[in-house]
């Protein structure tokens, strides 16, 4: 089969990239970003780059024309992103994906959406099952547009499903390993990462006592894989998580044991990182029934396992 992988040359973009790749399958990806993640690639015949935006609606169309699915994973991620450019996120993301799905539309080819827990915004029913309330705060607040981006996105999705495409949205939990962003940014993983392995003191955010459940990226990828593939996904909102659940505080003392360093932990004021505006989420947990059931796959990889993996990757990237 051909994919078109939009963001293909992201973190999960370059994953699923190669595992597409590793079943034999042609895939073209879409991206802005350097190849520094997919360069291991460029040399093979069933493998394309096309660096471009999703938002240059030719290049889109001729690529639409070309696959047979679509991975929309091309958007503006990172919570720098959502509090210091609050207008690339709402525009590339919300006008991505309608771009997407108006071309998808045309030429009835199946798209997947990437969305992402932050949909739940701080929603204290956990686990967030996928037909939860979302709980966000108010549109003043720059953090909640990331969120609201994508729940856009979700609905566009679900329009078109309605007039007869076939779609898919699947909402990612954290996920980490191998070529996540670089070390000292981005997200929490990586920001500990850069601390971690200089052996200097590691920085939480808040008391540490909030909640995430990460999510191996090998297992993010099975799951991604299966929700192109699988026609009873179609029409459904997926999570896509582990319900391995950690403190950040913890997740640092892990971090910091498994990697052998010396570091030690501080904390610091969140208003001080992100603004006094932020709201962080406490607890964030998925209900991941639907990703065993409709998607079949469990996560496999344990955190202390997976942060090995990619503690080892930093330290020597290949
Ligand atoms: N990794 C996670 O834990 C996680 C969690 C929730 C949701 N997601 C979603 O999964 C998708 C992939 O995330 P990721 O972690 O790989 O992030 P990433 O930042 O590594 O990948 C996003 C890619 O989109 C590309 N992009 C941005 N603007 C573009 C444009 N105008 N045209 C083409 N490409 C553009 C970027 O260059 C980047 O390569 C995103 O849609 C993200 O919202 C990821």
Redesign the pocket.
């Known amino acids: 089969m051909r994919f078109l992988i939009?963001?293909g040359?992201?973190?999960?973009?370059s994953h699923l990239t190669d595992a597409m790749l590793g079943q034999g399958h042609e895939v073209t990806i879409?991206?802005?970003?350097s190849d520094l993640k997919v360069r291991h690639q460029l040399g093979n015949p069933q493998f394309r780059y096309v660096r471009?935006?999703?938002?240059n609606r030719e290049i889109l169309e001729g690529l639409i024309s070309w696959c047979d699915v679509v991975y929309h994973?091309?958007?503006?991620?990172?919570v720098e992103h959502y509090v210091g450019d609050p207008y690339q996120v709402l525009n590339?993301n919300v006008n991505?994906i309608q771009a997407v799905l108006q071309v998808a539309f045309k030429a009835q080819k199946k798209v997947v959406f990437?969305?992402?827990?932050?949909v739940y915004g701080k929603s204290s029913v956990v686990p967030f099952r996928e037909e939860g309330d979302r709980v966000l705060g108010s549109t003043k607040i720059d953090r909640w547009c990331y969120s609201t981006s994508?729940a856009v996105g979700e609905h566009f999705c679900f329009a078109f499903h309605k007039l007869g495409l076939p779609v898919v949205v699947i909402?990612?939990?954290?996920?980490?390993g191998p070529r996540l962003?670089q070390m000292d940014v981005g997200?929490v993983i990586t920001i500990f990462l850069g601390q971690v392995l200089r052996g200097e003191p590691v920085t939480v955010v808040g008391d540490g006592k909030q909640t995430r459940c990460f999510?191996y990226v090998d297992d993010a990828i099975r799951a991604t894989v299966s929700a192109g593939l699988k026609e009873e996904a179609v029409g459904e909102i997926i999570n896509i998580g582990s319900d391995e659940e950690i403190c950040i505080k913890d997740l640092a003392a892990v971090m910091v044991r498994l990697s052998g360093s010396r570091s030690s932990l501080t904390f610091v004021p969140q208003e001080a990182v992100y603004g006094k505006s932020y709201e962080d989420i406490r607890r964030r947990v998925p209900d991941i029934r639907r990703m065993r059931e409709i998607l079949d796959v469990s996560p496999q990889v344990k955190l202390e396992e997976g942060l090995r993996r990619t503690i080892d990757w930093f330290r020597s990237p290949s």
Not at 73 to 78: I, M, P, R
Not at 171 to 176: E, L, T
């Open positions: 939009t963001g040359a992201g973190f999960l973009g879409l991206d802005v970003a471009d935006s999703i938002l994973l091309a958007a503006v991620v990172g590339v991505g990437s969305s992402t827990s932050e994508k909402r990612y939990f954290n996920v980490y962003d997200r999510t």
